[in-house]
């Protein structure tokens, strides 16, 4: 990027962030609209920019050392998703589609549309906004926990610290792996295993 694309670059992920926030619909309607704009919209950038995908983690880079360190974050993070699924707050939030929990076939297609919002939330907040804030500044990764944890504000309130340490980690697995794909499987594994516990651990 030239001297002031980074600057663009983190200007669109804010404003992706804030339209994000500005156009929640039902939760099906809502995959697709975060499909466009966290995802679609960043490469679209990026590949405008003349810049390689690699460059923002949209690759599998270090792929053993991804799955190591995804393995072993989920194994860590399941007691806070088991004392977190005992919480009212959250029983309350989730599932973000109700009929998810009507019958199998419904949690199937549920946690197939979290995949897709999921994996959207990485392409932005990982491989365009934390890439993008690392070639700014040292702070990058600091900078991009803090930002992540405040999109979650509406959500249970234990959801932000927690965002905010996920964050943090997720971004340092994700630069030394030089790829959003650990932060993608530790994200979408633990919440599988958040949703069965849900469920099963009434």
């Known amino acids: 990027m030239s001297h002031d694309r980074p600057t663009s670059g983190i200007l669109l992920a804010l404003a992706i962030i804030l339209a994000s926030r500005l156009t929640q ?29 690699k460059d923002f983690g949209l690759s599998l880079g270090n792929l053993r050392l991804g799955l190591k ?34 019958n199998v076939y419904n949690l199937i297609l549920y946690e197939i549309a979290v995949g897709i919002l999921l994996f ?3 392409v932005l907040y990982r ?3 934390l890439f993008t804030l690392n070639e700014k500044t040292k702070y990058g990764n600091l900078l991009h926990a803090c930002i992540y944890a405040l999109a979650h504000i509406g959500k249970p309130f234990l ?7 996920a964050g943090l980690v997720f971004g340092e697995v994700d630069l030394k792996c030089k790829s959003i794909l650990p932060s993608f499987l530790m994200h979408f594994l633990g919440n599988i ?3 069965l516990m849900f469920i099963y651990l009434l």
């Open 25 to 53: 619909t039902g939760f099906l309607e809502n995959t697709a609209i975060e499909l466009l704009l966290l995802a679609a919209i960043p490469i679209l950038f990026i590949k405008l920019c003349g810049r390689n995908l």
């Open 69 to 102: 360190y995804s393995t072993v974050f989920f194994l860590l993070a399941l007691p806070f998703m088991l004392y977190g699924s005992r919480m009212a707050s959250f029983r309350e939030y989730y599932p973000l589609w109700k009929p998810a929990y009507g």
């Open 120 to 122: 959207s939330t990485e």
């Open 127 to 129: 491989g365009l906004l």
């Open 159 to 165: 959801e932000i610290p927690y965002s905010f340490f």
């Open 193 to 195: 295993a958040f949703d």
